[in-house]
């Protein structure tokens, strides 16, 4: 089994400043790691993935994550974020193609 | 491509009765996914579908639960006697097995509230 802990729940920050979303996941197998996005009223969207190869995973909008095995970490990075990306962030585990476990969501709220 | 739809948007139920929703999955995706999200939450897997076949069921999914894809395209999934523990967004998403670059996409869900 896969769990995946969010380490904040809430991050506020400024228009421009880059902003980093913490995830650490514990699994027993080779992992999958996602990080989908999901803005007020909208379906979640998905922002980057990783499933091997190079350790740095870029996604849309630019955001970047980097995966450590020994860390068993897969932060969340952005070097300079816009009111545009004021949304809920979840960093999901599979070992699979479909069953994805998702961390409780960090909330973002970007503040001009 | 006009997405994964679901309906309804909104459901308010009295505890006891029946509910049902609808997904419409991206035409052409062979697997279909139902999520479960609560307040504070991330989404938990419920049942998928690979084509019109249900593979899989989360311990998640009590008898009350139950859902179709029978033609292998559009999937419903019925609550019966529904509890104020259901209350919850249900998400819907699909994906295209077999491309090599498969990713879920999801629909905007369908929040029920069970009183």
């Known amino acids: 089994a896969q769990s995946v802990t969010q380490l904040d729940s809430q991050v506020p920050v400024f228009e421009e400043a880059p902003v980093e979303l913490r995830c650490n996941y514990s699994?027993?197998?080779?992992?999958?790691l996602f990080w989908y996005v999901q803005y007020p009223n909208q379906g979640l969207q998905l922002l980057l993935k990783y499933l091997s190869g190079s350790t740095l995973v870029k996604g849309i909008n630019g955001f970047e994550a980097e995966f450590n095995k020994s860390q068993t970490s897969f932060h969340l990075r952005k070097p300079s974020v816009h009111i545009s990306d004021t949304a809920e962030y979840f960093c999901a585990v599979s070992s699979n193609d479909y069953k994805l476990s998702f961390g409780a969501g960090t909330t973002v709220t970007v503040r001009a | 491509d006009t997405g994964v739809s679901q309906n309804p948007r909104h459901k308010i139920t009295k505890r006891g009765q029946n509910v049902t929703f609808r997904c419409d999955p991206i035409s052409e995706h062979n697997r279909l996914y139902w999520y479960r999200q609560t307040l504070g939450q991330g989404p938990e897997f419920l049942t998928y579908?690979?084509?019109?076949?249900?593979?899989?069921k989360s311990r998640l999914l009590s008898d009350r639960f139950s859902a179709e894809r029978p033609k292998g395209s559009f999937s419903t999934l019925e609550i019966q006697r529904t509890e104020q523990g259901d209350s919850a967004m249900y998400l819907c998403?699909?994906?295209?097995?077999?491309?090599?670059?498969?990713?879920?996409?999801f629909g905007s869900g369908t929040q029920l509230s069970v009183l």
């Open positions: 998403a699909s994906s295209l097995v077999g491309t090599g670059d498969e990713k879920l996409f």
């Open positions: 699994s027993s197998v080779s992992v999958y």
């Open positions: 579908f690979q084509n019109e076949a249900q593979l899989e």
